[in-house]
C-alpha cells in the first residue's frame, strides 16, 4: 500500500499538476490575447477633480478605513471609435492637476476597463493552479492511503481479539494443549 501511494505520489500527483496548469494556460493565454485585442490604452486629459460623496453615504463604512482612497477626478478621452467620453476615473498621480495627461484602458466604445492580463501573469497563475492541483492530488492519495491502512489495522486487531478470545480461557493451564 505504502509503495503504491508512494508512487502515486511521486508520478501521477505531478502528471495531473501538469495536465492542470497546462489547460489553464492555454485558457488564460487565450483570454489575455482576447483582452489585447478589445481593449486599448487612450490618452486622458484631467477635467477637474471629481466632487468627493459626504462622508458616511457609503454603503459599507468599514471599507473606507480599510482601503486608501485613491483621489478621483474627472477626465476627458477619446475612445478608438471615435466617440468623446468624459468620467470620473482615479487619478494618474498626486495631487491631480487639471490639464494634466495620462493614459486609461477603455474598450471599443470608450468605456473604461481593467488592463489587459499580460502573458507572464497568466503563465505564473497557471503555475500556481498546476502546483495546487498536484497538491491537492498528492493530499488525496495520503489521504486514501491513510483511511485503507486504518481499515487493515482495525480488522487485524478484530482477528487478534478474536484469537485471544478463544485462546484465553486456556492461557496458562496445564494440559490444556497450549
Known sequence: MAFAALI?????APAI???????VDGTLQR??????QERYLV????????????AGTEADPSAQRQAPQR????????APDGSSHEGTVPAAEEPPRTGDRFRIWTDTQGRLVGRPLDASSASAHAAVVGLAAALAAAALVETV???VVRRLMHRRYIRLDRAWA???????????GS
Do not use: H, N
Request: overall charge positive; charged content about 15%.
Open 17 to 23: 499538476g501538469t495536465v492542470a496548469g497546462m489547460e
Open 166 to 176: 478463544a485462546t484465553g480461557p486456556d492461557w496458562g493451564r496445564a494440559g490444556a
Open 31 to 36: 483570454a489575455a490575447r482576447e483582452q489585447r
Open 8 to 12: 502515486c505520489v511521486l508520478l501521477v
Open 43 to 54: 490618452p486622458a486629459v484631467v477635467v477637474r477633480p471629481a466632487v468627493a460623496p459626504p
Open 145 to 147: 492511503r491513510r483511511l
Open 71 to 78: 483621489t478621483q477626478i474627472v477626465a476627458s478621452w477619446t
